[in-house]
């Protein structure tokens, strides 16, 4: 079986830097359509087939999404790796550069390969990501001016007809009209494909899970095709718990890891909110651990990763969530 060229990619808005780890070539090319048909002359120049390569690259948001685009139009397979797994597996290392980090990611590809598998993300999936950015961003705006409102009218004789209040009542609405708008693009997007549209349907039928987190679980794990359990898509938002023990001497609670996707962490605690309030069964096991003197945040954690299990069984299933059923996530 012929061995692939594994290139080590580090991206910036102006340039891309590419180490080719078997070649031991390094190429810079700029971030635009005329860098890329430089990259394409020099794969013809060492005879490398675009279906011998394997690119890695860490995520850089949308810095990276052209190229990505130029990779899927060109047959090249692409991985996206988290970049503190890159440096974690580099060691000790001293100084920096575009090059040498190029480098570095080119490595970390040829000793990892069990831990690299191409990544093919739709078009879909990078709308739904920056949407789902916009809306959060209007969402913490409408926020500051609501709590701004709320203060001034609280502690400030103003009157309801002053400058100060109309134009920030006129912003909020904005805001929520905006969202509004954001939300419908996003629904039209999910319901463009009969696979998301589905899941999109079985995903809210969990008690405590509505759209804005059922969309950007689809939008997380690629509509479910990034991660095989629901075990795994826990470590990834940090809320599956490990245990600390060592021997007879070290033996700590058990605890949740500190590097996770915060945003899918949050999201998870407010849909864990929701379920405490309205799914009966949820509302009396987290009244019976804390009757029982268990911590507040920690019985959460345990309905967040309940909602998961819920989550990636229905898909699995492809059947509605039913109360009181047993299901199999794993």
């Known amino acids: 079986m012929k061995k692939k060229e594994i290139i080590g990619v580090d991206v910036s808005k102006g340039t ?29 120049q060492l005879s490398i087939d675009p279906s011998d390569i394997l690119l890695v690259m860490e995520h850089t948001g949308m810095y990276s999404y052209k190229f990505e ?5 060109h047959g090249i397979s ?26 570095m990611i080119a490595k970390y590809g040829a000793k990892n390969p069990d831990k690299i598998s191409p ?7 990078y709308q739904l990501k920056a949407l789902l950015g916009l809306r959060e961003k209007l969402v913490t705006q409408k926020a500051g001016f609501t709590a701004s409102l709320n203060e001034q009218k609280e502690f400030m004789k103003v009157l309801k007809s002053s400058s100060l209040i109309r134009s920030q ?16 693009e996003i629904k ?21 899970i509505g759209f804005v987190i059922a969309a950007s679980m689809i939008m997380w794990t690629d509509n479910f095709s990034k991660f095989s359990s629901a075990r795994k898509f826990a470590c990834y938002c940090g809320i599956a718990p490990f245990e600390y023990a060592s021997g ?31 799914d009966p069964e949820i509302n009396q096991f987290y009244a019976r651990r804390l009757k029982e003197g268990k911590n507040q945040k920690s019985i959460r954690n345990i309905v ?25 996530a794993a």
């Not at 830097?17 to 794969?43: E, T």
């Not at 039209?188 to 405590?208: A, C």
């Not at 058990?254 to 590097?259: A, D, E, H």
């Open 169 to 184: 009542q006129q912003m909020i609405r904005t805001l929520e009209r905006e969202i509004e708008k954001v939300e419908a």
């Open 119 to 125: 990544t093919m993300s739709s078009d879909q999936n």
């Open 16 to 44: 891309l830097d590419l180490h080719f780890n078997y070649a031991g070539n390094h190429l810079q090319i700029s971030n635009n359509k005329s860098g890329f048909k430089k990259f394409d002359k020099y794969l013809v």
């Open 248 to 278: 007879t001497s070290v033996k700590r609670r058990t605890k949740v890891s500190q590097l996770a996707n915060k945003r899918a962490k949050s999201l998870l605690d407010l849909g864990a909110k929701s379920a405490i309030i309205h």
């Open 304 to 328: 967040r990763n309940k909602l998961v299990y819920r989550m990636f069984a229905v898909i699995k299933k492809q059947e509605p969530y039913v109360k009181n059923h047993v299901y199999n």
């Open 188 to 208: 039209q997007i999910l319901d463009s494909e009969e696979s998301t549209k589905k899941n999109l349907e079985l995903l809210t039928s969990v008690v405590g």
């Open 69 to 73: 685009e130029y990779l899927r139009e």
């Open 78 to 103: 692409f991985s996206k790796v988290s970049a503190l797994e890159i440096v974690r597996s580099a060691g000790i290392v001293r100084g920096k550069s575009d090059k040498a980090d190029a480098c």
